[in-house]
């Protein structure tokens, strides 16, 4: 990406395209057919029990909340442990690096970027995660009781492997995620947090590319 003039975070965006949304779909289609002979979801994502949308926004809001609280507090501790343990890592490895450097990149460039960032680390990225990993995955460990979302929020917090530095902080402010999806039995409370909580970064990114001459 940076050999041909685009920003290394298009890299992780081609990455969600091309691997995270066919693999993790395409297991879930894929064990659909084991369960039932077709090319079916039913049964396989499950935690689909109905709630009033109003309720399933209000709790949205509050684990947005929860998670923008965790996120602002915990800032300096991931500088602290990226700079210690990560610093070996090259600058264009972070994500936020991005908008370190706007005015590299022709205004098509950064365009197709910010377009990028809102269609697949706005949407699609966190539907389909919370689609595996609360609607296929979570129900699939719930032997281990309320230990659950807590094996649930920190396998997923590991598996953000381009950012090792926020995996304290992603496991504390996405926990109560996960113990709400496990506790009401709804999953569409953890895509709309989770679809939320992105866009917000992700607009605050789009903002600054869209406001370069």
Known sequence: MIAAGYPSMLALLLAILVALIPLEIGYLVYQGRRM?????????????????????????????????????????????????????????????????????YSRPVLLVAAA???????????????????????????RFGRWAPVINITLFSIYHFWSPWQVITRIVGLLPLAFTVYWKRNIYIGMLAHVLLNLIGVLLTAGMVLSVD
């Open 116 to 142: 990028a960032l809102v269609v697949l680390n706005g949407f699609a990225g966190p539907i389909v995660e919370e689609m595996y990993f609360r609607g296929y995955l979570l129900p699939r460990i719930s």
């Open 36 to 104: 039932r002979g077709r090319n079916t979801l039913e049964g396989v994502v499950v935690y689909r029990e109905a709630m009033p949308a109003p309720r399933v926004v209000a709790f949205a809001v509050l684990l947005i909340l929860w998670a923008g609280v965790v996120f602002a507090i915990g800032a300096p501790l991931e500088t602290v442990i990226q700079q210690a343990l990560f610093g070996w890592l090259p600058e264009w490895f972070s994500f936020g690096s991005f908008t370190d450097h706007l005015t590299d």
